[in-house]
Every structure is written in structure tokens, then in C-alpha cells.
């Protein structure tokens, strides 16, 4: 069954440092998408960075990467040079290729000190 | 370009009442759905449709009905409304393979 794992409820990083946000997911599914969304207090949902399954090299967006360690099911979040702006709440998703459906992580909180 | 819009932005029902939450999108995406938002438990899908006559049931579709008679339109229909369904209400779209477009949500209360 689908699932998805995010174990940091919340984090703290300091501005201008890098951070990982951590997930992992459960398939059985060989093709699968893997997202990475942000929700700022605003309450809008923004999509973020997109890693297909069969991709060879890990996704970049700007500031944003995904670490893609597709043995151990895991696709963690990079966030570099962090901005006060990045502060949001932030969610990894995963469409199963079999079954369309699209289904969320309990998301990690991200406070960026200055 | 609207997006997915959304509407009512704000609801206050109250216990066995019913109602429709509507969702329309106008970028031609087969691939809608609903999910809501409670604190500390991210986003749970409640109903999908991949087009125009098919749904099928997410992960928490109790006390919720969902129809897609064209590819625009999504309404989620409460049929007796309860506190529990107190929430967060985002529907979204996107081709069958892409990132998902949000709505701006719905914030519903039942007393």
C-alpha cells in the first residue's frame, strides 16, 4: 500500500545554511512520481520539485533538490542558502503510476532563524 | 487562466446538514481530487477522478460523495454533516502524470 513517511514534524534552520527535509515512502509499484510541496502560512498549496522513478539523476529546481535513494525509498528534500521566506510547512507526495492517485506525508514545519 | 477555483471559501453548517462544495478547473486536466487538511496530519485524499464519469474512493471517503459528469467540474457533496468533518477542504487537478494545481481551500466548521 501507499505510504508516506515524514519523521520531522519540525525544523529549525538558520538563514543562508542548507537543510534537508526527510521522506521516505512505501510501493510496490516500479513507476511512481515523487513531489515536494510547500504551504506557507498563507495556507496555498506551491509545488516545489517533481522525481520520477525511473529518472537517473536527481531533480533540481533553483535552491531546491531532491536526494532520490531509490534502494532505500527515499526522496529528502534539499533546501540551500535557506531564506526567511522558505518558513512554511512543506509535504512529499506520490502518484503510483498503477493507481493515478496522489497521496500526501504529514509534512515537516521549516522555521528559518535570522 | 483561473486555476482551480474554489468556492465557498467559508462554511459553517451545522450537524446533519448537507451541502456541495464546488471545484472547477479550465486547464483540461483529467486528473481531480479532493483532500482535507486536519492539524498535524498533512493532507488525506478523500475522492479522485482520472475524467469525466469515473471516480474512485481515496483514503478517508467516509460521509462524502463525489461526481465528474464533465472534465471541468469536481463538487463534494457532505451528506450529513458532522463535527469530525470539520476541516480543510483543497481540491486540485493536473494531467494524469504531472503536479497537482490547488484550489485555494475551503474552510468548513460543523457545529
Known amino acids: 500500500a501507499q505510504k508516506i513517511t515524514q519523521t520531522q514534524p519540525g525544523m529549525f534552520v538558520q538563514e543562508k545554511e542548507a537543510v534537508t527535509l526527510d521522506c521516505t515512502y512505501d510501493?510496490?509499484?516500479?513507476?511512481?512520481?515523487l513531489f515536494w510541496y510547500k504551504q506557507p502560512s498563507s495556507g496555498e498549496m506551491i509545488f516545489l520539485i517533481y522525481?520520477?522513478?525511473?529518472?537517473?539523476q536527481n531533480a533540481t529546481e533553483g535552491r531546491y533538490s531532491l536526494n532520490f535513494q531509490k534502494a532505500r525509498k527515499s526522496a529528502n528534500l534539499v533546501i540551500s542558502a535557506s531564506q526567511l521566506g522558505d518558513s512554511a510547512m512543506y509535504f512529499c507526495?506520490?502518484?503510483?503510476?498503477?493507481?493515478?492517485?496522489?497521496?500526501f506525508g504529514p509534512g515537516t514545519s521549516l522555521s528559518v532563524i535570522p | 487562466n483561473a486555476g482551480v477555483t474554489q468556492t465557498p471559501k467559508f462554511q459553517v453548517l451545522k450537524t446533519g446538514q448537507s451541502m456541495t462544495l464546488q471545484c472547477a478547473q479550465d486547464?483540461?486536466?483529467?486528473?481531480m481530487s479532493w483532500y482535507r487538511q486536519d492539524p498535524g496530519m498533512g493532507l488525506r485524499l478523500i475522492h479522485y477522478?482520472?475524467?469525466?464519469?469515473?471516480?474512485d474512493q481515496g483514503e478517508v471517503p467516509n460521509g462524502y460523495n463525489v461526481s465528474r459528469s464533465t472534465t471541468e467540474d469536481f463538487p463534494l457533496r457532505l451528506l450529513s454533516a458532522a463535527p469530525s468533518q470539520t476541516s480543510v477542504y483543497f481540491c486540485?487537478?493536473?494531467?494524469?502524470?504531472?503536479?497537482?494545481?490547488f484550489g485555494p481551500g475551503t474552510r468548513l466548521t460543523v457545529l
Open positions: 477522478s482520472v475524467g469525466a464519469g469515473i471516480t
Open positions: 522525481q520520477g522513478s525511473y529518472d537517473e
Open positions: 507526495a506520490m502518484r503510483e503510476t498503477s493507481y493515478d492517485k496522489v497521496i
Open positions: 486547464m483540461n486536466h483529467e486528473y
Open positions: 486540485a487537478s493536473s494531467s494524469l502524470a504531472g503536479e497537482q494545481f
Open positions: 510501493t510496490s509499484d516500479q513507476s511512481y512520481g
